[in-house]
């Protein structure tokens, strides 16, 4: 399995999604950067107050410290991965080939259909995949905006070791 492929693969999500991710991202970014700070874990401005007021003792180390640590820097990674996952989403939304030029120069070409938003396609290893190409980010390259008729047979060039990575080849579609 090629490294490249599987971030490729990786990445070629929010890019095909890229109107949801936009949303998803941009409000769930949010909300992780508020957890991701210091007193936003639930009881830790409790445990405070309770140090303050003599009710712990500093020198004991409770339990809550450490989940709540790890709360906060499981919430920074995420809120990280969502705004990676915003910039992506953005990007495919206006036309950037994120990652449909390389699944284009190193993708296996197969034939395949087109019905409505959805492509279905069988490899060389005789499995048959259905998966989305929306309107918003649609997984056509290099003519992004080439006219495709649904129930055409249309080229299909995917990632052997990821097939879910995939475009449409606007060259070989018949015209």
Known sequence: MNPMD?????VNFPASHGYAMVFIAGFSTLGLF?????????????RSIREREGLLHPTEHP??????GVVRIGARV???VM?????IGIL??????VTRAYIYDNGRPTTGTLEG???????AEGVEYTLESNFFTPAVYPDRD???????PVVVRYLPSHPQAFVIDSDQTPR
């Open 63 to 68: 339990r809550g410290r450490v989940w709540a």
């Open 78 to 80: 995420l809120a990280l």
């Open 92 to 97: 495919s939304l206006t036309g950037v080939p």
């Open 146 to 152: 080439a006219f495709l008729t649904s129930g055409e």
């Open 117 to 123: 938003d959805w492509v279905t396609f069988t490899t």
């Open 34 to 46: 508020a957890l991701s700070a210091r007193g936003a874990v639930p009881g830790e401005a409790l």
């Open 6 to 10: 599987t971030l490729v693969w990786l």
């Open 83 to 87: 705004v990676g996952s915003l910039v």
